[in-house]
């Protein structure tokens, strides 16, 4: 019996050494790079908002803050927004990581969607305008797709950091992964337990990084001036591929799962796949002072959103197709009885 329980327990961990490389084959096609622009606006007249500078720079949301001891960031002031003259606008792009859960959807978190909400200098900016957020493009890139398709907000979580997006379902490829979802109570949702993620950490920088030196000099040179051009480039050339980690769960309650898989800002959104081979959570956060701190929220969140959102599951989907042949069959079958 213990030469059976060696041998079960071997077998187990080879099977768990090829989790992450077989999630990575069957559903890496699905996991998104989402990239969008947004810009502020007045609330008053609908007018773009721009520096009263015309020489104004804007601060790049990707580089580093000052801050205070405490970690709060230290205020900086950029002048009255306006919405005459020539000064810049005042527009950020974005990057976070999405999944494809059928029929066009798109899982992410809220904010990935809306990151305004955590910017303590933008935000200071629209109370002092009285200016507004707005979306000016939304798009996501999937690996070995050369062209970004357009995303639209579907709903947003009110409480969770989720939100829920689409894509024309009729312009994906026929072959497009479905990622499953762990549906229930589930024995992948254990401290222990193995967990796989893929997304985009870092952006386009690991991107980057996953080509020779030279390249990447030259791709720099050519569109480091422009993160949007230079994602293109990544798109058309096939380079946008998700990072891969395996880790484990290291403490969980009802509201999150915490693991060590690793990742970093731009994998916020990706799914947190369990030991079945299922997504069992979604990513939110991560604590850069604890590697082992990356937190996720438990799918059941997620599927409750997506249903808000007009989802139907995969096996939703069957069993309507069922019933609608079964309804068929039994229509023709009256239809040609004989008199």
């Known amino acids: 019996r213990a030469a059976v329980a060696v041998l079960t327990a071997v077998a187990l961990l080879a099977v768990l050494g090829r989790l992450a490389p077989n999630l990575r084959v069957q559903y890496g096609n699905g996991i998104c790079l989402i990239v969008g622009v947004y810009d502020l606006v007045s609330k008053t007249n609908g007018k773009m908002l721009r520096y009263p500078d015309p020489n104004a720079v804007q601060q790049d949301p990707y580089e580093p803050v000052f801050q205070n001891e405490d970690g709060t960031q230290i205020p900086q002031t950029v002048g009255t927004l306006t919405t005459e003259g020539n000064g810049s606008p005042v527009e950020y792009d974005f990057i976070g990581t999405g999944f494809h859960v059928g029929g066009g959807y798109i899982v992410t978190n809220r904010h990935v969607i809306q990151p305004w909400e955590e910017d303590d200098l933008v935000k200071q900016m629209m109370r002092d305008s009285n200016g507004r957020a707005r979306i000016k493009r939304l798009v996501v890139y999937f690996p070995n797709i050369q062209t970004p ?72 040179a050519r569109f480091g001036n422009s ?113």
Not at 200 to 212: S, T
Not at 267 to 274: D, E, K, R
Not at 326 to 331: E, G, H, M, V, W
């Open 149 to 220: 398709f357009t995303m639209r907000l579907k709903q947003i979580g009110a409480r969770e950091d989720l939100a829920v997006g689409t894509v024309d379902s009729a312009l994906l490829p026929a072959d497009m992964p479905v990622l499953p979802l762990e549906s229930g109570n589930s024995e992948a949702e254990a401290v222990g337990k193995t967990v796989v993620t893929m997304g985009y950490p870092n952006g386009p920088d690991r991107l980057l990084a996953m080509v020779d030196d030279e390249e990447a000099k030259a791709i720099n």
């Open 227 to 339: 993160r949007q051009s230079l994602i293109s480039y990544l798109a058309q050339n096939k380079k946008i591929v998700p990072l891969t980690t395996q880790g484990a769960i290291t403490d969980l309650d009802s509201k999150r799962i915490v693991h060590d898989a690793k990742t970093a800002a731009g994998g916020s959104g990706a799914p947190l796949f369990g030991q079945t081979g299922k997504v069992i959570g979604v990513n939110f956060g991560v604590f850069t002072e604890n590697t082992a701190s990356n937190m996720a929220l438990p799918i059941k969140f997620t599927i409750d959103l997506l249903k808000l959102a007009g989802w139907k599951s995969p096996e939703e989907i069957h069993a309507e197709q069922n019933q609608s042949t079964t309804a068929t069959n039994t229509n023709t079958n009256t239809q040609t009885k004989p008199q």
